[in-house]
């Protein structure tokens, strides 16, 4: 399980099953879903092949990679997402929420993805996707969207089928293409029901970057899980990540206004008109210690002609910083360690063979700042003998204007995404 502690992919369902953590069995509540690691007992994703923490730490470098080439290019000036090269690598979402689907419901892991807005759900005999579908046939209140539809000028590359009856979008994710027919039917989230919701059926997928079951989209445009449910949840949820390396996870999905936190720091969310969705925020300084480093205004400053800033990601494991960010938080972290020898372990350039103390760093926003616990900064090797700075700097290969606060920085705070009030919040939360 240790070798694992690196693989931060997340899910929120329940699984009654055999041999498992009686704890898998409780239901989720009202508009609140609970958060499993997708290695923990409950998980029924977990590998069969132990990683060596090395060789996970790498993979998980890999993912990002992709992870940032994706986010780089919906900013980006080019409509199309590149596609990976190299060795073929999963670059998906790294939460899990348990949706029901159709009449009788069926229930889907679908992946959660902050940053996109359409979901798709793979479906009968949809070409390329894995074996887990939603069987729309055995619904009754499954119905397909003509080309008339409203809905069909909301999705990427519209056109219709040969008879003019059906709504077909085509788009790339990471390194894999989709074809859709969109559609709509009831979906459920723990015991909130959506009727008519509207999603795209997925016909047929290339590469192996398409989440299995699925993929919800939490961002801001049209189609997002936000825009289609604004009576139910007014725009507005909230989660918490628990510690990647905890066996028992109590983390949370809030959906809706109530019961999110009264005593919240908070700072602007700021759009971009050229990519809507993305959840961009005013980051304006980085302490280590007590020291503000010293970054060129530009390498942060929220920019609409050229995509650039700084976004709250859920899909990203390690924050990634552009580069004259990134060296000046480097070279502070590594002047108050004072430990000379310093290694570096892939795309991680700051590590040490040997105990350290370090400084605390303080993301400075717009109205707020949040101070990293040690937990949310370092990364240890299973045996302890390995310690490394966890951030790194955007890749040099892509757009690199965008920042990304990605998920490990995030664990155990309550973020608030609250859209009617353009506001993104964070509170301290142990949720592990």
Not at 293 to 301: F, H, K, L, R
Not at 317 to 338: C, G, H, N, Q, S
Not at 381 to 390: D, K, Y
Request: with cysteine.
């Amino acid at each position: 399980m240790k070798s694992h502690i690196f693989s931060l992919v997340f899910f929120l369902f329940t699984l009654v099953a055999h041999g498992l953590n009686p704890k898998c069995e409780s239901q989720d509540r009202g508009s609140n879903l609970q958060v499993f690691h997708i290695y923990s007992p409950c998980s029924p994703f977990r590998p069969s092949k132990p990683l060596s923490w090395e060789e996970d730490v790498l993979q998980t470098q890999a993912k990002d990679q992709v992870r940032l080439r994706y986010l780089s290019s919906l900013v980006a000036k080019k409509s199309v997402v590149p596609i990976a090269s190299g060795r073929q690598i999963l670059q998906s979402p790294t939460y899990i929420v348990r949706a029901s689907i159709g009449t009788p419901p069926q229930t889907l892991l679908m992946a959660m993805d902050t940053n996109n807005d359409a979901a798709w759900i793979p479906c009968t005999g949809c070409t390329g996707c894995s074996s887990t579908v939603f069987d729309n046939v055995k619904s009754t209140t499954f119905h397909t969207l003509g080309c008339q539809a409203p809905q069909c000028k909301q999705v990427p590359n519209p056109s219709c089928d040969t008879t003019g009856n059906t709504c077909i979008f085509n788009m790339t994710y990471g390194g894999s293409t989709i074809a859709a027919n969109l559609s709509q039917d009831t979906i459920a989230l723990a015991t909130d029901s959506v009727p008519s919701y509207t999603f795209g059926c997925l016909q047929q997928t290339t590469g192996n970057s398409v989440p299995p079951q699925g993929l919800l989209g939490l961002g801001r445009g049209p189609l997002s899980l936000l825009s289609q449910t604004q009576d139910l949840y007014q725009s507005t949820f909230s989660y918490c990540l628990p510690n990647f390396r905890s066996l028992n996870f109590s983390g949370s999905l809030r959906l809706g206004p109530v019961g999110q936190p009264l005593k919240i720091k908070t700072t602007p969310l700021l759009k971009n008109p050229r990519r809507p969705s993305l959840y961009f925020v005013n980051l304006i300084g980085i302490r280590v210690g007590n020291r503000v480093v010293d970054i060129p205004p530009s390498a942060i400053a929220f920019n609409t002609t050229t995509g650039a800033g700084t976004i709250i990601d859920s899909g990203t494991v390690f924050t990634r910083l552009v580069a004259p960010a990134y060296v000046a938080v480097r070279d502070e972290f590594r002047r108050r360690v004072k430990v000379a020898n310093v290694t570096s372990l892939g795309g991680f350039d700051t590590c040490y063979n040997v105990p350290i103390v370090a400084p605390t760093v303080t993301l400075m926003f717009a109205g707020m700042n949040v101070t990293l616990p040690e937990d949310n900064l370092l990364i240890h090797s299973t045996a302890g003998s390995i310690t490394c700075l966890a951030m790194a700097s955007a890749p040099d290969n892509v757009n690199s204007v965008l920042n990304v606060i990605a998920n490990m920085q995030q664990q155990n705070h309550r973020i608030l995404f609250d859209v009617p009030n353009s506001r993104l919040g964070v509170a301290r939360e142990l949720c592990s």
